[in-house]
Nanobody, 112 residues
Framework: QVRLVESGGGLVQAGGSLTLSCAVSGSILRFNRMTWYRQAPGQQRELLGT???????NIVDSVKGRFSIFRDNAKNTWYLQMNSLKPEDTAVYYC??????WGQGTQVTVSS
């Protein structure tokens, strides 16, 4: 069973940056893909971007240019770098490798 831990969320002012982490037990290279999502209160979960095993990424247009995904293979961790944050980025952020179960998420709150 995969142990998945998201972290790095917090309170930040608009225009600020945060880096979220997604750590898994065992090698991250055994997964074909890892996708970041977020869910704001009262809204459906939104896909943000995916990193594939070869390291290529695909970021949705709504956050492209502000969000990026990278990883540290040695630490078995993916990251979501978020810059120029806006109040509408406030949500719980999740990572999901392949079809693994959802983690607990990490709360990001952006104040205006």
């Amino acid at each position: 069973q995969v142990r998945l831990v998201e972290s790095g969320g917090g309170l930040v002012q608009a225009g600020g940056s945060l880096t979220l982490s997604c750590a898994v037990s065992g090698s991250i290279l055994r997964f074909n893909r890892m996708t970041w999502y977020r869910q704001a209160p009262g809204q459906q979960r939104e896909l943000l971007g995916t990193m594939y095993r070869l390291g290529n990424t695909n970021i949705v247009d709504s956050v492209k240019g502000r969000f990026s995904i990278f990883r540290d293979n040695a630490k078995n961790t993916w990251y979501l770098q978020m810059n120029s944050l806006k109040p509408e980025d406030t949500a719980v952020y999740y990572c999901k490798p392949d079809s693994e179960s959802w983690g607990q998420g990490t709360q990001v709150t952006v104040s205006s």
